[in-house]
């Protein structure tokens, strides 16, 4: 976009916690733009928090991510910047930052050095990182922030296996219509989707039909799809309904697609 | 006002898929301001994304308004651009486009042909109407959009019927209060509302006494009260509490006002 | 900020109505920045429209402070702009203005006088505070507004008494985590707080152990903690989990702190 932009993922809601980390990057950066980019993260969820960084980094690839989803708050955890592939993050380290960095180059990992004297043990995001990130959306230089560090916390349970034609993940995210979400990237299992195959989706013990479909209004009411979603990733839907409900299922659990 | 705006009304909640589209609206026309005007519609509710648009229309005439409450999203109903005595709107051709064209003059109906190669089939909030919106907004001309239709998807069931002092119409929006909004305007019922006359509202089979008010402070607690809202529609409240709940109606149920 | 700000706090959630409030700010002040500070007050919930206040002040006191939740809309309650210490806000009189003014001074007190011709009497936010707030904000002068009226309503029950080591107050928000917050500033429990006591948290008849905590890592799962918030005051909060709900507390309950 033709002005810094920073964009935001936390779980804080549209509160009063959302309002002062704006405010923090305006008295920064007044010329930012700021990108809601998604707030209801469920409190402390870094699975889901690192999915909707992933999907945010895609939508906006040019913005500083800040990610506050942030459970150690005033404990030892590192605050960090990272920066690969021209992507710019910045957020705890505690795992959420990592899958978005998976397969990119020239990784730089700086521990956040902040003057943060007076910053409250209990809101980083508003004292801490979000000078940090307005400043960097502004231009600062990287080495202003902090020195550079080997590495980031990986979040391992972000993932998936395939298995022939059989494809395991876990629920990362469940969007505004209940549509289940995982991290499987449509490049993985593009031979499956654009076939004709029954399709079966497992959670927990229990076994459902379903159908590959390109998009909601080709299924009839009340069955279930397997398609592609607007970030590109594999998503269990309904026509119209929360596919989440029906399946019972929750972030985190284990899903399973298999293409028989 | 001063700069572009788009208007949204959607059923995206403010997630995602709503900072999405905000970004493919500042992609083509970053001086646009964006009125999230209303984003928790149920979802493919048209009733009410219909009555929010009239809403949005009367307090914004001068945005570009764009409406995203689109279940048939990658089938083949089409994509409009309504034009008529100086408003703009933007939406599917489901039908929520068209109870805020009546009674207007000039109606000019576009299909976008907007090039959508690489469109997601399941967003074209995002990949579609969103940079329609933006292009409309900052000055394009209509006809590099698409070509014109002769007509579009009308909504028969919003609306309402006079019979002498007794009004039938349906419920097409539950404010944040809990509040029971109706389509019908001002105009309508002048005669009716200013008067000192005792009024049931019929809800099913249920009556349940009420009194004509000008605001909601005039009632008694537990007093469900009738009166002209904010936008000069016919309303169904309480003081301080959701009428809705009382009466248990909802979005779509059919409702009479009857003033003996 | 470098810019005009109109900070707002109500009870109207993120729906039309708040977009209506922020349409009528920028046709007054095009160049203001409009900041949603806190819009999920519990309807007509004005001890708590009050501690938001006081949190929104303290985040960006150089911002004109509107507060709408207001349940005599329409009725004779006044509308007032209040200036005091270089603070501006603006909002109905029924003693939601009044706790963040204690303790300052030059308090000068304004009754609206605003043409409200055409005003819906159901919607002063939009038609009567949002223009006057954004008039205010863009740098007219006060004089303009309406004139002098010699003092505001009163919210009583907004403070705390302290006996010896017992502090007793009223909750008066629950934040987005569940955390339970009151009134008490840090300068009046510095002493407590920063000791090893044990303390105890009284919710109607019920004790609960509880310990002080600088931030929420420190304490075990399932563990209450009593530390000061991100906006200074003092609150009761579990490591990963709404406090609230364990205790059942709500807003407006009596609570007691007491560090033995």
């Known amino acids: 976009m033709d002005q810094p932009v920073v964009s935001l993922v936390t779980d804080f809601g549209h509160t009063e ?3 002062a980390m704006k405010v923090a990057i305006w008295r920064e950066c007044p010329e930012c733009r700021v990108v809601d980019f998604y707030h209801d993260v469920l409190h402390g969820a870094l699975l889901q928090g690192a999915h909707l960084l ?3 980094v895609a939508e906006i690839p040019d913005a500083v991510h800040l990610v506050v989803v942030d459970p150690g708050v005033g404990t030892d955890r590192r605050a960090l910047v990272v920066r690969t592939d021209g992507l710019t993050l910045v957020g705890p380290d505690n795992g959420i930052l990592e899958p978005v960095t998976r397969g990119t180059n020239d990784l730089e990992v700086r521990e956040i050095s902040f003057p943060a004297e007076g910053a409250s043990p209990v ?3 508003r004292d801490l990182f979000s000078p940090v990130a307005a400043r960097l959306a502004r231009g600062d230089d990287i ?3 902090g020195r550079k560090v080997p590495s980031l916390m990986a979040l391992p349970s972000y993932g998936f296996d395939r298995f022939g ?5 876990r629920v990362v995210h469940v969007d505004v219509f209940g549509n289940v979400q995982t991290p499987v990237p449509v490049k993985a299992v593009a031979d499956l ?3 004709d195959r029954n399709v079966t989706v497992w959670i927990a013990e229990d076994a459902h039909e379903a ?3 390109r998009t909601y209004g080709e299924l009839d009411l009340e069955e279930l799809g397997v398609l592609i979603s607007s970030s590109g990733h594999l998503e269990v839907a309904l026509r119209e309904g929360p596919a989440a409900m029906l399946l019972g299922s929750r972030i985190g659990d284990e899903i399973a697609i ?3």
């Not at 034609?165 to 993940?169: E, G, I, K, S």
């Open 211 to 213: 159908r590959f479909v």
């Open 165 to 169: 034609d059989r494809v395991m993940t």
């Open 17 to 19: 916690y959302l309002a």
């Open 123 to 125: 809101f980083h995001g």
């Open 258 to 260: 298999d293409a028989e």
């Open 193 to 195: 989707v654009d076939s």
């Open 143 to 145: 080495e202003t922030i």
């Open 54 to 56: 992933v999907k945010a």
